[in-house]
Nanobody
Framework: QVQLVESGGGLVQAGNSLRLSCQAS????????MGWFRQTPGKEREFVAT????????YYADSVKGRFTISRDNAKNTVNLQMNSLKPEDTAVYYC???????????????????WGRGTQVTVSP
């Protein structure tokens, strides 16, 4: 059974930082690209960041570029999202997701990913 479990969410003031982690199990971790998405009530889930199997190739949504950093540790089966200079509009449930390396669908699309975590809440106060 594949499991992705996010952690590290919380309530912070604008301008502060949070580091999210996603622990993966039940899959060959290095066979998957990893992504972070976020969603607010009534809105579609939106792309945040992605990295390839090694973490050496990354891509970010314009809204977070320069503030967020995705990384992974294949020895620990984890992917992280360092979030700096947080803004109230970053408030959302953040999800990690895994995409099979054989799948050539766009990394920015929700439908491209095979597995999803249950999410962790990030709330940024003004």
């Amino acid at each position: 059974q594949v499991q992705l479990v996010e952690s590290g969410g919380g309530l912070v003031q604008a301008g502060n930082s949070l580091r999210l982690s996603c622990q993966a199990s039940g899959l060959t971790f290095s066979n998957y690209g990893m992504g972070w998405f976020r969603q607010t009530p009534g809105k579609e889930r939106e792309f945040v960041a992605t990295c390839n199997w090694s973490g050496h190739t990354t891509y970010y949504a314009d809204s977070v570029k320069g503030r967020f950093t995705i990384s992974r540790d294949n020895a620990k089966n984890t992917v992280n999202l360092q979030m700096n200079s947080l803004k109230p509009e970053d408030t959302a449930v953040y999800y990690c997701a895994a995409k099979d390396y054989r799948n050539l669908a766009p990394d920015v699309k929700v439908t491209s990913y095979n597995f999803w975590g249950r999410g962790t809440q990030v709330t940024v106060s003004p």
